[in-house]
């Protein structure tokens, strides 16, 4: 067994684990607690909900474009010094935006700085984490992204609270200097793959595909595939993780209740993760995910056919289990196809199309309210999409395994 085969199943892998789970909670909770700010930063300045909104918007799209290059970022400078400056930098673009004067500054600044921060994080602790393990790696991935998941029961009540006792501006400044004070000390924890360290990374030959170059990999057929599956899969659930409080509302349910459903999907999306890393290391993560995406298609429909709120419950802990669990699937599959000196821009690409894909949902969705006054279609719609989800993932083929070549025999 070599040397960084033995460093891979050092305890300090699950450290790595706890990392980034706290730092993907961290900063994905601090991007979208702009919806907690909503009204109170339109109800202080007069700027326009819409306007103010905009800027998660803004932020998507800085996601999608940064995150391939936090993650090329990440293979050549390790992970440690890419999470260091995106933290930083997320700290500070949040204290930047509680002080913005006007709505095209605070656009910019929350839309395009945090949006773009949040990215740095994402792609380069993926990629490191699917470096550190051998074993456990769909599980190892999925507790990341659980951690990030809990993001919406931990910083958005943070926010709430905070706006209760003080404006939005100095809540956000708050919540800036708390993002700094924990991220960037967690980051100095974050260490490169033992496989990419010193000797380790001449003489490995990182397992899959050691001879293919970066342009090689984006040009394959396999990354376009993940490519193309990730962003369809977002665009399934992207519209009705936005819009169903607002459909459920529509069918009568009061609104305390019915922001109350889009919490039982995250709970269940925890277990999710959990469930589906465990099944994917059981089963193996294209098994585990082509299942996935045909029961997400399905669990996306059945919210047509739902009225009353304890049916928008029981499909919200399908739905949610379901979508998150199929996430983090995608990390694995890379690392298994992909050499790792380059998981930071594979994994990078896949987060882009995916957050691409979760820009469709909340236009379609009010494209298609305003066209027919009713959210049916959504999730018809939905369904087909995660229909060509299923059907894209089916034609994924692992590259060839290459060949130990016959060892000459004496003359």
Request: hydrophobic fraction near 55%.
């Amino acid at each position: 067994m070599s040397n960084a085969q033995i460093q891979t199943q050092s305890p300090y892998r699950w450290v790595i684990v706890a990392a980034g789970g706290l730092l993907g909670c961290i900063a994905i909770g601090a991007m979208f607690s702009l919806p907690v700010f909503l009204r109170p930063i339109s109800q202080d300045t007069g700027w326009s909900v819409t306007g103010v909104s905009s800027a998660m918007t803004i932020g998507f799209i800085a996601m999608a474009l940064a995150s391939m290059i936090w993650g090329t970022l990440s293979d050549r400078w390790g992970p440690r010094v890419v999470v260091l400056i995106g933290s930083a930098v997320l700290a500070a673009a949040l204290a930047l935006a509680s002080q913005a004067t006007s709505l095209i500054g605070f656009q910019l600044v929350f839309g395009l700085a945090v949006g773009g921060a949040t990215a740095a994080i994402f792609a380069p602790m993926m990629a490191c984490v699917t470096g550190w393990f051998d074993t456990q790696r769909s599980l190892a991935v999925s507790l990341v992204s659980a951690g990030m998941g809990m993001a919406p029961m931990t910083m958005s009540p943070f926010a709430a609270w905070l706006v209760t006792i003080y404006d939005w501006r100095t809540s956000l400044l708050i919540i800036a200097a708390f993002t700094g004070a924990v991220m960037i000390p967690v980051a100095l924890l974050v260490r490169r793959p033992p496989a990419l360290e010193g000797q380790n990374a001449l003489a490995s030959s990182d397992g899959e595909q050691p001879d293919m170059s970066v342009g090689q990999a984006i040009r394959s057929p396999q990354f376009i595939i993940l490519f193309l599956t990730n962003f369809f899969c977002c665009a399934t659930h992207s519209g009705p993780i936005f819009h169903t409080v607002s459909y459920a509302i529509s069918c009568g349910i009061p609104m305390i209740a019915a922001v109350s459903i889009y919490s039982v999907e995250g709970l269940a999306g925890m277990g999710g993760r959990v469930v589906f890393g465990l099944f994917g290391d059981r089963f193996g993560a294209k098994r585990v995910l082509v299942s996935g995406l045909l029961l997400q298609a399905f669990g996306a429909l059945a919210y047509f056919f739902v009225r009353d709120l304890g049916a928008f419950y029981a499909v919200a802990a399908v739905f949610g289990f379901i979508y998150a669990g199929v996430m983090p699937l995608y990390a694995v599959i890379a690392r298994e196809n992909f050499p790792l000196r380059m998981m930071g821009t594979v994994i990078g690409g896949t987060a882009m199309a995916g957050s691409l894909g979760m820009a469709t949902g909340p236009l379609a969705g009010g494209l298609i309210y305003d066209t027919f006054a009713s959210y049916g279609w959504l999730y018809i719609g939905a369904w087909g999409i995660g229909i060509g989800a299923f059907l894209i993932a089916l034609t994924f083929r692992p590259f060839p395994k290459a060949k130990a070549e016959p060892a000459l025999q004496p003359a």
